[in-house]
């Protein structure tokens, strides 16, 4: 989606087991995006989703969409040869789910703006 200001990306199948761990399928799709922002100058914001749970909290982010915020960090950083504190990560919130299947939303937003 562009933005008047940035881009952001928005993967369209889940790049994430059930738990933090990125599926060979998520980790090759974000070296692509880490090789492509290897050599442009921006900033890039990371939010970690994950499906909302009955009977959890529908607002306040999660732990778990976190650590996934902070692992894409480290796979971009990893292949665009770029400083991990190039990358700022958030929880999004729950009801920012960007998806309506569960296994959709196990992933990451990246908005890129350029720097």
Sequence with gaps: MVHAA????????????????LTPAG?????VLGGRLA??????????????????PTS???????????????ELSDAGHKPLTAFTTASADQREAPYTSAARNRTVTVTITPG
């Design 39 to 56: 050599v442009r100058t921006v900033r890039v914001e990371i939010h970690g989703h994950a499906a909302t749970v009955p009977g959890a």
């Design 6 to 21: 940035s881009v952001e990306v928005a993967f369209t199948d889940g790049l994430f087991s059930e738990g933090a761990e």
């Design 60 to 74: 306040g982010g999660s732990v778990l969409s976190l650590w996934r915020a902070l692992i894409a960090a480290r």
């Design 27 to 31: 980790a090759d799709r974000l070296a």
